[in-house]
């Protein structure tokens, strides 16, 4: 008789993340445990370096490791990328004893977008898209939050409320539901070592804007700031913004943090289903809600 296979548990914010990943994959309907190649997008950061240590060590729920791969893409902007945080992932895998992989992808040069952030994305889903395998990666909760506001505040609220898809295609976000400090909170009880990306803070890009400006700010005045905006994206279902059943008013109130009375809800409801373009509503605060063709878009009057 062989003997019981032993499996160490993980930490209680270990414990709290698995749960909430099993629960993601079951709320979409996608059968557990995976029985195929995943790979494991890693760039050596604290989402993904979590994301990884969790999934290889704690997840054979969702997919046993001997099917796990981590692969680390390159995309030539830093030295450190291709050095020190390749060889931390790689790392990783040895100690995990998962495969690893790595790829350099197209230089800065060759560029498919004139937005830095972009490019990259686009250059990880054309690779993602050639090798045909299922492929996690590490976008999570405040991710979603960030997201979502700033496609309101470009006047996509219609078109773009759902924030950040579970699935695209072979590509999968396990982390939807989880909340940054508790990746922070992963890392530190289970000891994963990563990398900060100095990119994510660059005031130049939008996201380095809003994590290292915006948001703090808007957390101070409106604890919770985030949550809300991110807990809006949950009640929004495939098709709402085609039927007009969306309520864009309950985004609103978690955005200006403030009550709407009925006329207004009214009103906004209607410009939702009439399309009548360059219609403004008038709003608390001396805010100004005008129709566009892509949504919204919110100013002061």
């Known amino acids: 008789m062989k003997p019981l296979k032993h499996y160490s548990k993980p930490s209680a914010a270990g414990g709290t993340i698995i749960r909430k990943v099993i629960a993601n994959f079951k709320a979409h309907g996608y059968g557990l445990p995976i029985e195929e190649p995943v790979w494991i997008a890693t760039s050596g950061g604290a989402d993904s370096m979590v994301l990884a240590h969790l999934i290889s060590k704690y997840g054979r729920k969702v997919v046993d490791p001997k099917w796990v ?23 990783l895998a040895k100690t995990l004893e998962v495969a690893f992989v790595s790829k350099e992808l197209a230089s800065p040069s060759e560029r498919v977008s004139k937005n830095l952030e ?26 979603v939050a960030e997201t979502l506001f700033w496609r309101f505040m470009r006047g996509e609220l219609i078109e773009s409320m759902k924030g950040i898809s579970f699935q695209d295609h072979k590509v999968l976000r396990p982390f939807l539901k989880v909340t940054k400090r508790e990746i ?11 990398y900060e990306d100095p990119t994510n803070r660059n005031l130049k890009q939008m996201r380095g804007f809003l994590r290292t400006k915006a948001f703090p700010l808007l957390e101070k005045h409106f604890p919770g700031f985030p949550e809300k905006i ?21 985004v609103l109130e978690a955005v200006i943090d403030c009550r709407l009375n009925r006329h207004q809800r009214n009103q906004i409801q209607k410009s939702v289903l009439e399309l009548k373009l360059g219609q403004e509503i008038s709003l608390p605060g001396g805010r100004v809600l005008e129709r566009t063709k892509n949504g919204f878009f919110l100013r002061l009057s």
């Open 184 to 194: 922070l909170a992963y890392a530190k009880a289970e000891g994963v070592r990563f």
């Open 230 to 250: 991110a807990g809006y994206a949950d009640r929004i279902e495939p098709g709402a913004m085609k039927s007009g059943e969306t309520d864009v008013a309950s």
């Open 69 to 91: 791969t981590l692969v680390h893409l390159d995309h030539g902007w830093r030295v450190a990328s291709r050095t020190k945080e390749k060889r931390a992932v790689e790392s």
């Open 118 to 143: 972009e490019d990259a994305r686009l250059k990880r889903s054309q690779y993602f898209d050639q090798i045909e395998k299922i492929v996690f990666t590490a976008h999570h909760r405040d991710d």
